[in-house]
T-cell receptor, first 113, second 112 residues
Framework: DQQVKQNSPSLSVQEGRISILNCDYT??????FLWYKKYPAEGPTFLIS?????DKNEDGRFTVFLNKSAKHLSLHIVPSQPGDSAVYFC????????????FGKGTRLSVIA | DSGVTQTPKHLITATGQRVTLRCSPR?????VYWYQQSLDQGLQFLIQ???????AKGNILERFSAQQFPDLHSELNLSSLELGDSALYFC???????????FGNGTRLTVT
């Protein structure tokens, strides 16, 4: 049973436009959420996180939104750049990060110049 | 560079064999995690160690085992290998709870 779902396997966006990556979760006990980015032949790298006490967290071009009632989070990248082309993983944890992360299957983002 | 080192990068072996994957965490990180990524799957948590002690266990098969040594490096042992064990195995480390994980570049295991 997949507790963290990324229903879009891929997304294609024009350079300069907004990229929106979505993630749904089923376990209402998750209270810490992260996004990771992965390039080919490399390990995932941490991008941004959000605690369940917030509904938004921003870091430069990256913003994560959390909707607890819908059990949904999204990652917005504005403006999108070709270097953002990668696989993005959503991850969740219980107890504010005290338990191992549960990952989604990832969304492959392609930013077209 | 995440600071997490995994060796080897690639491993090709036959069914029934045993292999050992090695991970050196970032300097100062006490927690080591092992994840498996099979084709078209997300990262599946296998096991976590904290300062030499097993901390949490996920979907790890009985044929698999791991340990963390006093110098904090970790090894994942996979035995009686099957074709379905072919995957990317990632190691990650963190200084402790509530800290993001830092991943190595993985070991790609191919079982033929």
């Amino acid at each position: 049973d997949q507790q963290v779902k990324q229903n879009s396997p891929s997304l294609s966006v024009q350079e300069g436009r907004i990229s929106i990556l979505n993630c749904d979760y089923t376990n209402s006990m998750f209270d810490y959420f992260l996004w990771y980015k992965k390039y080919p032949a490399e390990g995932p790298t941490f991008l941004i996180s959000i605690s369940s006490i917030k509904d938004k967290n921003e870091d430069g071009r990256f913003t994560v939104f959390l909707n607890k009632s819908a059990k949904h989070l999204s990652l917005h990248i504005v403006p999108s750049q070709p270097g953002d082309s990668a696989v993005y993983f959503c991850a969740a944890s219980l107890n504010s990060g005290n338990t191992p992360l549960v990952f989604g299957k990832g969304t492959r983002l392609s930013v077209i110049a | 560079d995440s600071g997490v080192t995994q060796t080897p990068k690639h491993l090709i072996t036959a069914t029934g064999q045993r292999v050992t994957l090695r991970c050196s965490p970032r300097s100062g990180d006490l927690s080591v995690y092992w994840y498996q990524q099979s084709l078209d799957q997300g990262l599946q948590f296998l096991i976590q160690y904290y300062n030499g002690e097993e901390r949490a266990k996920g979907n790890i098969l009985e044929r698999f085992s791991a340990q963390q040594f006093p110098d904090l490096h970790s090894e994942l042992n996979l035995s009686s290998l099957e074709l379905g064990d072919s995957a990317l195995y990632f190691c990650a480390s963190s200084p402790g709870d509530r800290a993001p994980l830092h991943f190595g570049n993985g070991t790609r295991l191919t079982v033929t």
